[in-house]
């Protein structure tokens, strides 16, 4: 309950593009990719691809 | 030459890059050449209503955009895709996390967005990895994050649960994530 795992988290990042989360998901979310390097990466990885995919297929 | 002349010589010279745009979201050549087809007409019979405000290819991609959506409405009414779940894409969610919830492998760093997005070569590359994404996970994708759909609409057209879209969608996101990663990121040195 208190600790979620990347597995969890990288979900959470995931679906968090394509609904609302929780008030319980995203402070979950948020305290682990305070102390995560890996999933505060995938989740900049997620900020990236749907920029890019708002810009394509134009892009530069 | 006149306006409508010109006009018309830049539509049919973008004409090949829209129909492999239409072809990513239709994945069936004639559908896309209609959609294509159906977006040109549109500009050419009301040339008033570009406005100059974007690039003309932006402007057709929009309209683009909206003839697609009609295409996939029509084309799930008439021939419903099976969107049940295959066990089998469990292993790209699987390989990259061990036993425990952690993950294997420390992600790769991208660097700066606004520096990744300006490069036109980074482009041709996210096009050749959606190209590579199996059709159901392509549609889907293309659905959410290109013609920008909200996911009860995605659930609606392609009659799936919500659950089941949010798992399509993380799926097609690793995917891509893995192309994009060992085809640009990992052959790039990127700055922070």
């Known amino acids: 309950k208190l600790k979620p795992t990347c597995r969890e988290v990288h979900r959470l990042v995931s679906e968090g593009m394509d609904r609302d989360l929780t008030l319980v998901e995203r402070a979950r979310m948020r305290l682990h990719l305070m102390v995560c390097g890996a999933c505060t990466r995938f989740n900049v990885q997620m900020d990236t691809l749907r920029r890019a995919m708002r810009n394509f297929p134009l892009g530069g | 030459m006149t306006a409508p002349d010109h006009l018309h010589r830049q ?139 909200e996911t009860e609409e995605i659930c609606k057209e392609l009659a799936i649960s919500s659950s089941n879209a949010w798992v399509l969608l993380y799926r097609a996101r690793l995917r891509l994530r893995e192309c994009l990663d060992l085809n640009w990121f990992g052959a790039h040195t990127v700055k922070g």
């Open chain 2, 11 to 149: 539509l049919e010279a973008m004409r090949p890059q829209l129909v492999r745009f239409a072809l990513l979201q239709l994945r069936n050549e004639s559908l896309a050449e209609d959609a294509v087809q159906d977006a040109l007409i549109a500009v050419l019979e009301q040339p008033d209503r570009f406005q100059g405000q974007s690039s003309l290819r932006t402007y057709v991609t929009g309209i683009l955009k909206f003839k697609i959506i009609d295409c996939l409405r029509a084309a799930t009414r008439e021939r419903p895709i099976e969107y049940g779940e295959d066990q089998s894409e469990d292993d790209v969610i699987d390989a990259l996390f061990l036993a425990d919830g952690h993950t294997v492998d420390m992600p790769r760093q991208w660097g700066n967005p606004d520096q990744t997005l300006e490069q036109k070569d980074f482009f041709r590359v996210l096009e050749i990895c959606l190209e590579k994404l199996p059709a159901k996970a392509a549609r889907i994708f293309m659905m959410r994050e290109w013609l920008e759909l």
